[in-house]
């Protein structure tokens, strides 16, 4: 993803530009495509937020369809929302996660499958609602501080299979090697989280790029997880402060801290190791609701693109992480890059994010679909 300075949109002008086009002076700004986050629990507000934070896109991987249904419908008529995907209700047990974690949410009973023979039909369902690729959470609780009843690796197998059946990619949730590896065998398409119970090996950063899955270490909330402060500075800055309610702001300032601090380097030094090995790595934070503490929509994603230069990738992979990595991955033609024909989802910073990343969050503009978003457009002329 080139970068484009603009000293003046009028630089690209040509015979055929509309006497009444817009022309948005960018002196000292950078042009990015709008930015993707690859791991979120959407709804309204949250998708309202993100794009007040430059995200025009939110991938969801896991929500209920009475939410989703009506919110994608709403999206697509609304100009202040940020575009979404979504896998539709996560593949759980009885009582497996996340039900401790969503128990105040007022969700309806997750669907379950008992056994592999009832896998078809659970992928069935997810699609019929709307669906655009499948998610199975292969969790223990262990690493999230309990205990909870967990996918057979024959069952995650049995739903890989199914998915793949129906042409759809299938996401594995797993937080520790051991469920890393029931989702490579399973032949998952990527990892929703990155293990954080132990350090990488050298085998199974091999056999992770040769499996050509792709990963979304979620880095913010490991270091929710592992009791960092991640948040807290990010709910500090300047730049962020004022645009979330007291309650975000506390929401984003606390964390997890189910493992000890020492653990986050584990999760660094594998993201390092994925990226010189060549497996694609997505941007994704987790977001989801007050209560998921350390993340909020929208701007942790900015800190998720900081903690990828803290593991080692150069700003502008960081960059391609939340942009044409997951478009592709997504298969999200439309979007990821600033070309014709793409969708005009853009993001106007101040500032060169290719050499300093903290520069995304020095926001001037941000368009979804063409359409600038006003309520940035009138706190910057006034601030």
Known sequence: MGKQVLADVRVFDGSGRPEDAEIVDGAGATLLPGLIDAHTHADEAGLRQALTFGVTTELDLASTPGTMIPLRAEVAAAADLADVRSSSF???????????????QRDPDWPTVAGPGEAQAFVDGRIAEGADYLKVLIEDGR?????????????????VRAGHARGKLVLAHALTVAATEIALDAGADGLTHLFVDRPHTPGLITRIADSGMFVIPTLSTLAS???????????ADARVRPQLSPEWLDNLSRSWAFQQPHHFRYALDTVAALHAAGVDVLAGTDASHLGAFGMAHGASLHDELRLLVLAGF??????N??????????????????RPGARADLVLVDGDPTTDIGATLSLRAVWRGGVRLETLRREHHHG
């Open 90 to 104: 996560g593949l759980t047990t009885p009582g497996g996660h996340p039900h401790q974690l969503r128990d105040r």
């Open 143 to 159: 690493t999230l501080g309990t205990s909870l009843p967990a996918l057979t690796p024959d069952l995650v197998d049995a739903v």
């Open 225 to 235: 997880i592992t009791g960092r402060r991640d948040g807290a500075d990010l709910a």
């Open 314 to 319: 150069s700003p502008v992979a960081a960059l």
């Open 321 to 338: 992480a939340a942009t044409s990595v997951p478009a592709a991955r997504f298969g999200l033609a439309d979007r990821g890059g600033i």
